[in-house]
């Protein structure tokens, strides 16, 4: 009996009507991109792709998506900053707990721990069910484990709902990062992310509005029901998480093959746009080998130790409230102060974005000047005297936001092909944010107070560490495009195998673009810098 490869190879020169000048080779379609079928059965059905129909289609690809989207950058900026304002709403006293024995800085170690646990499963589920239904089922616990918090008791019980959130939220960010990057191609991609993350901060003036109300109306003995306005918080986040989690369970896509918003001829431009540059959509089999690549790649290895050094001084945003409070100002001027850090957050963005699409710095050096204000904030704080007020609080404001999570985030995925990998490679760059998020309230230990200085020396260093990691990478992947682009030059690179998949019986011929391969496997992919 002749070998199934044999036999299948047959059946597709029987079908294809005429005879191949090779053997053509048969590809499981497990192998190939989600959207390989749909893309070759299309492509001749369709127009030719125009520079002004390019535009049209990746304006209208920004505004229907990220209308979705954006809601979900909102509910994770709210949720990320509802503990800090709690903290001088009275949830000390509530649930017994203490900032002078740590235990306020240990809910946020528990919620990174549990971002720890869940983030290579979250990726392995994701890519199984798809990422509109990872996404919206995280968002449906994440409003039940809010909703929960009002009736906590303990501190343990704190504790205990802390850790289910950090499992609940973990993957959201890498899921909608690669969401977006299923849409535009890798030079687009960043700037989408910014633009992304930036109506998110817009979250964070909405909750510091919310909670100065409670807090006036909490001391005013005003609040329905005699619930503490901490609580109150939590509810009102609670019920929007779901009433955005609603919406998006209809109408949110996994890839632009289910994008209600495109035509057919839009679907295939959109794939279009990608596959010319290498760069994959998406593919639901898990391939083991991907994974083992990950980690054998130094390039990984830069992009993980950069959010490491990166997310080391991101507690001290949650700190704001209790440093402010510190300085000899009431909660509820803390909390006004609190409407700065996200307008400034705004601003730091949309500045980020304009320079990734206007100018030719690329997302490394941009990522690397995006550390500047934080930096000088941090100089501020440890030079200013403590009589200076206005010096440090602005010191505070200037240097807890930059946009460089979401820039070498997604930078780690537009450099990365194989879906399997790019998964792999986002989640351990949130893996290792979240060990850094362990550690980083450890810095902020009560005997420090209220000056803070030696956590404020530590903060700076690390904003001078990350963007040096920034340049190291940048450097890296320029060489090793370079090589690529040498051996493309001493190799016949111009021919692909001829490969078909078999979809039912219908043969469809294909290229190594609909491949599921990795970068180190396709050295025409070029690394965006």
């Known amino acids: 009996m002749a070998p199934i490869s044999e036999k299948r190879e047959a059946d597709v020169q029987a079908t294809s009507g005429s005879e191949p000048s090779h053997d053509p080779y048969v590809v499981d379609m497990r192998n190939t991109d989600d959207t390989t079928y749909f893309y070759n059965t299309n492509k001749d059905k369709v127009g030719p792709l125009t520079p002004e129909a390019e535009g049209?289609?990746?304006?209208?690809?920004?505004?229907?998506?990220?209308?979705?989207?954006?809601?979900?950058?909102?509910?994770?900026?709210?949720?990320?900053?509802?503990?800090?304002?709690?903290?001088?709403?009275?949830l000390f006293e509530d649930v017994h707990m203490s900032k002078e024995k740590n235990e306020f800085n240990h809910l946020f170690v528990l919620f990174y721990a549990g971002y720890l646990v869940a983030l290579w499963p979250g990726a392995w589920i994701s890519q199984r069910v798809g990422h509109k239904y990872f996404i919206t089922g995280s968002l449906f616990l994440w409003a039940l484990l809010l909703g929960i918090h009002p009736a906590v008791k303990t501190g343990k019980?704190?504790?205990?709902?802390?850790?289910?959130?950090?499992?609940?939220?973990?993957?959201?960010?890498?899921?909608?990062?690669?969401?977006?990057?299923?849409?535009?191609?890798?030079?687009?991609?960043?700037?989408?992310?910014?633009?992304?993350?930036?109506?998110?901060?817009?979250?964070?003036?909405?909750?510091?509005?919310?909670?100065?109300?409670?807090?006036?109306?909490?001391?005013?003995?005003v609040l329905a029901g005699g619930i503490h306005s901490w609580k109150w918080l939590h509810i009102i986040c609670a019920l929007l998480t779901f009433a955005i989690f609603i919406p998006l369970l209809i109408f949110l896509p996994n890839s632009p093959l289910d994008a209600k918003w495109l035509s057919t001829e839009e679907k295939v431009h959109t794939i279009q746009l990608i596959r010319e540059t290498h760069a994959g959509i998406s593919n639901s089999t898990f391939k083991w080998s991907q994974v083992r690549e990950s980690f054998t790649d130094l390039k990984s290895w830069l992009f993980i130790f950069h959010m490491f050094f990166n997310e080391l001084?991101?507690?001290?945003?949650?700190?704001?409230?209790?440093?402010?409070?510190?300085?000899?100002?009431?909660?509820?001027?803390?909390?006004?102060?609190?409407?700065?850090?996200?307008?400034?957050?705004?601003?730091?963005?949309?500045?980020?974005?304009t320079l990734l699409y206007s100018t030719r710095l690329g997302t490394g050096y941009t990522c690397a000047i995006s550390y500047v204000p934080c930096f000088i904030g941090g100089i501020i704080e440890l030079a200013s005297p403590w009589s200076n007020k206005v010096a440090l609080v602005?010191?505070?404001?200037?240097s807890t936001f930059k946009p460089s999570y979401l820039l070498g985030l997604s930078w780690a995925g537009t450099t990365t092909t194989g879906y399997t990998k790019k998964l792999c490679l986002m989640s351990s760059c949130i893996v290792a944010?979240?060990?850094?998020?362990?550690?980083?309230?450890?810095?902020?230990?009560?005997?420090?107070?209220?000056?803070?200085?030696?956590?404020?020396?530590?903060?700076?260093?690390?904003?001078?560490?990350?963007?040096?990691?920034c340049i190291i990478i940048r450097f890296y992947l320029q060489r090793e495009n370079k090589r690529r682009e040498r051996l493309l030059t001493e190799t016949d690179t111009d021919s692909e195998k001829d490969e078909v998949i078999d979809a039912g019986g219908q043969i469809v011929h294909i290229g190594?673009?609909?491949?599921?391969?990795?970068?180190?496997?396709?050295?025409?992919?070029?690394?965006?810098?």
């Open 157 to 221: 019980q704190m504790m205990a709902v802390r850790f289910l959130l950090g499992m609940t939220e973990s993957q959201i960010v890498p899921s909608t990062a690669v969401l977006h990057q299923a849409f535009f191609p890798p030079k687009k991609s960043p700037w989408v992310q910014l633009l992304w993350w930036a109506f998110g901060s817009m979250a964070n003036v909405m909750l510091t509005m919310i909670a100065y109300k409670l807090i006036v109306d909490d001391k005013s003995g």
């Open 313 to 353: 001084p991101n507690n001290t945003s949650q700190q704001l409230p209790l440093i402010v409070v510190g300085f000899g100002f009431t909660p509820a001027e803390s909390a006004l102060f609190n409407i700065i850090k996200p307008i400034w957050g705004f601003i730091l963005i949309i500045g980020s974005a």
């Open 56 to 90: 049209r289609l990746v304006r209208k690809n920004f505004w229907c998506l990220l209308s979705q989207t954006w809601w979900i950058s909102f509910l994770i900026h709210l949720d990320k900053s509802t503990l800090s304002q709690a903290s001088t709403m009275g």
């Open 433 to 469: 944010a979240s060990v850094a998020n362990m550690i980083s309230p450890e810095f902020w230990q009560s005997k420090y107070k209220p000056r803070y200085v030696l956590p404020w020396a530590f903060m700076t260093a690390f904003w001078l560490i990350s963007p040096m990691m």
């Open 394 to 398: 602005v010191g505070t404001q200037i």
């Open 512 to 529: 190594d673009r609909d491949l599921d391969k990795t970068d180190r496997e396709n050295l025409k992919f070029m690394y965006p810098l």
